[in-house]
C-alpha cells in the first residue's frame, strides 16, 4: 500500500512539474513576443495613419507590460532541477536509465546476481551520500535565510530537492536490489509499447507480412 502511494506521488509531482514548467514556458514565450510585437504594430499604424489600430495595439502593449513575468525562468529552472532529480528515481524504479551490460550479461548467473546486486548497492550508496550532504547544505541555507534573486523564496526550499531526491533514488536502489534478489529479475521497459494502445498478435502481424518484436529479456542489454 505505502509504495503504491509513494509511486502515485511521485508520477503526479513529475507530470505536476512538466505542465505547469511547459505552461509557464508559454505564457512567457507570450508575453515577450507580444509586447515585442504590439508595440511595434502600434508604431506602424501610427505611422500609416491608422490611428485605431494604433491605439488598440498600444493597449495591449500597455496590458502585456503591466506583467512582470521576471521571475518565470527562474521559477522554470527551479521547476526542472526538482523534475529531473525524482524523475532520476522514477527512472531507477522503471529501469529506463541507459546501461551497458553486455560484458555483465556474459558471466554466469551466480556471478552476475554478485555484480548486479553490487552495482545496486553501489547506486544506493552514492545517493544516500548525496542526499546526507544536501540535507547538511540544506540546514545551512536555512540558518543563513538566503533568498533567490527573482522569485525572493527561501534557497534551503529550492535545494531541499537534492536530498528528497537523492534519498528516493536510494530507497529505489534498495528496491529493485531487494526485487532482483528475490525474482533475480530487473525492472524494464519497452520503448514500442505505447500505453492506452493494445500491441498486435502475433499472428495478425504475421499474416500482414510483418516480424513480431521479441519480448525484452531482463538485464539484458538496454
Known amino acids: 500500500m505505502f509504495h503504491k502511494i509513494l509511486d502515485h506521488l511521485e508520477e503526479w509531482l513529475i507530470s505536476a ?6 505552461l509557464l514556458i508559454f505564457f512567457a514565450v507570450v508575453h515577450r513576443y507580444g509586447t515585442g510585437l504590439s508595440i511595434d504594430f502600434s508604431k506602424w499604424a501610427a505611422a500609416h495613419g491608422f490611428s485605431t489600430l494604433a491605439a488598440i495595439s498600444l493597449s495591449i502593449f500597455e496590458w502585456f507590460s503591466a506583467w512582470d513575468v521576471s521571475w518565470a525562468q527562474e521559477l522554470c529552472i527551479i521547476m526542472f ?6 524523475g532520476a528515481a522514477y527512472g531507477v524504479r522503471t529501469g529506463v536509465h541507459v546501461g551497458v551490460d553486455v560484458a555483465i550479461n556474459q558471466l554466469e548467473p551466480g556471478s552476475r546476481r554478485k555484480v548486479v546486486l553490487f552495482g545496486l548497492a553501489c547506486g544506493a550508496f552514492f545517493t544516500f551520500i548525496i542526499g546526507s550532504f544536501g540535507f547538511r547544505f540544506v540546514l545551512h541555507m ?10 525572493e523564496a527561501p534557497m534551503w526550499i529550492v535545494y531541499l530537492a537534492i536530498p528528497l531526491g537523492s534519498y528516493l533514488m536510494c ?3 534498495l528496491q529493485v536490489a531487494f526485487a532482483f534478489y528475490r525474482t533475480g529479475e530487473l525492472p524494464h521497459t519497452d520503448e514500442s509499447h505505447v500505453e492506452g494502445i493494445e500491441p498486435i498478435p502475433g499472428d495478425v502481424m504475421t499474416e500482414a507480412g510483418l516480424k513480431p ?10
Open 17 to 22: 512539474l512538466i505542465a505547469g514548467a511547459t
Open 81 to 86: 532541477v526538482w523534475m529531473a532529480k525524482f
Open 142 to 151: 536555512y540558518e543563513t535565510g538566503q533568498q533567490s534573486n527573482d522569485l
Open 171 to 173: 530507497f529505489r536502489f
Open 213 to 222: 518484436r521479441p519480448a525484452p529479456v531482463a538485464g539484458g542489454v538496454r
